[in-house]
């Protein structure tokens, strides 16, 4: 029965991926913790569901031509570095128990950005006006991802709604689709990277992770296809104050 459970969570956040474009990381986490999943195993699980549920939509943007593949490296460049010092952070506890405070408080403060982001990312593009040459945004978009690699490590939160911000602000004249292709190009290595790390903490529930896949990847694609005939506009603030509720809860409480 909990195996049901299971495709059902990925259904419902397979659904809302495709049709909001929010990051599944930011809905699957705080959703597999109220499921009483330990804040360890439901991190490390949605980081592995991440990479492997996010891959063929990398190999349809590349083939399309949406991957800016030197603005992708620069981000990996720092992202994976700074995934694999995190893991290694963790191992350096003895158990699992002693860094969950640390899990649960990021991931509130990284929802709570999210939640931000997802509301006001055409007010903060606005508000910004940033205006760096290619060289200052290859650099800054290197530190970005420095910072993107030790919290989507912590939390499995950020990679895509955070990374495409980072990347709106930095590079206002590149198109959206170009902007979606690339943020989704550098998420995927990372949470694999990510993922991967969590599996030799002891991180991964394989049950849990074959069943979110089994619901998630055929809703994300029905998702994409009903998207045109929901009201986006009232969907991404509910989901938004959603997340920041949840944010909230994790960091204070």
Known sequence: MDFIWYIMAGLGVGLAVGITGVGGGSLMTPLLLMFGFPPHIAIGTDLLYAGIAKSTGVVMHAKRGNVNWRIMGAMAAGSLPASFVTVWALSQFEHPEHYQHLLTGTLGLMLIITAVVIVFRKHLHGFLKLNINEQQGST??????????????????????????MMMLLFPAMQARNVVGTDLAHAVPLTLVAGIGHVFLGNIDYNLLAGLLIGSIPAIYVGTKVASFVPNKVLQPVLATALASFGVKYLFF
């Open 140 to 165: 800054a978009i290197f530190l970005c991802g420095l910072v993107l690699g030790v919290f989507v490590t912590l939390t499995s939160v950020g990679a895509g709604a955070l990374g495409t911000a």
